[in-house]
């Protein structure tokens, strides 16, 4: 991971990070005050949560014991950092919200955070919006990233939400997305890249890798090329053995 750019006093964000005898992973990340959100766009399991994470705890041991699990890392001390969203595991729950309430809510309270304070604030948001109808969690982010960017906090966002796209073009926001290879049988490799601007994730892609039964992805495909059909109507949904199907289903599940 590298961080480049200009901010507090001109004084540069530089992190490398490398997998003790592993691969070296390069993802470029750039928060600066001309620029102080970046929106990272991509698919499951690409590693956007883990860049955030990663990001995170070198801030934290940097500004701790000096050091920590990367060659290098240069950056302004930050008086606050906050992480909210999709972080949490099932562990950490509070099952008496619903996964929209817990998100909202941590969000919200990382955001108040940023607000009533003079410290120098890191924010990290993982997915907020997520849980609730799809176009209003994506105008939440949206709304989110504008006002974050107004009041310039330094602020790294991950979603999956296709409204993103709309920050194109925002100041203040830097727009980038996580890149993929499709493959030949209709596979997706992913690379563990960002590169600039705004490219749709592709949930079907990511739910045939994870091994979602073939009739449930092709019928998933009929419905996203003809949006506004009686999916009942679809032929892909007449051909579907739906018994079959949930039995693979159930299989997939309890494997």
Request: glycine share 10%; charged share 25%.
């Amino acid at each position: 991971i590298r961080m480049e750019g200009e901010t507090f006093g001109g004084v540069p964000l530089n992190l490398e990070l490398k997998n003790p005898g592993g691969e070296f992973v390069d993802m470029d990340i750039s928060l600066s005050l001309r620029e102080p959100v970046q929106v990272i766009v991509g698919p499951n399991e690409d590693g956007k949560t883990n860049l955030e994470i990663a990001l995170g705890q070198a801030v934290i041991l940097s500004q701790t014991i000096g050091h920590g699990p990367y060659q290098s890392y240069r950056a302004p001390l930050f008086g606050k950092l906050q992480m909210a969203g999709a972080f949490r595991s099932n562990s950490k729950r509070d099952f008496l919200l619903s996964s929209f309430a817990e998100n909202i809510d941590s969000v919200a309270k990382a955001v108040r955070a940023s607000q009533y304070t003079n410290d120098k604030v890191l924010l990290l948001l993982d997915e907020p919006g997520r849980g609730t109808n799809p176009t209003h969690g994506g105008n939440l982010l949206c709304a989110l990233a504008e006002d974050l960017a107004e009041r310039k906090i330094f602020s790294l966002i991950t979603t999956h939400f296709p409204q993103s796209g709309s920050l194109a073009g925002v100041p203040g926001i830097k727009l980038t997305h996580s890149t993929i290879r499709e493959l030949p049988d209709g596979a997706i490799e992913l690379l563990y890249k960002i590169e600039p601007g705004f490219k749709v994730s592709d949930g079907i892609a990511s739910a045939r890798a994870r091994g979602l039964p073939a009739d449930f992805i092709r019928l998933a495909e009929a419905i996203k090329a003809n949006p506004k059909a009686n999916v009942f109507e679809l032929p892909a949904f007449q051909e579907l053995d739906r018994e079959l199907a949930v039995r693979k289903l159930l299989q997939l599940l309890e494997n």
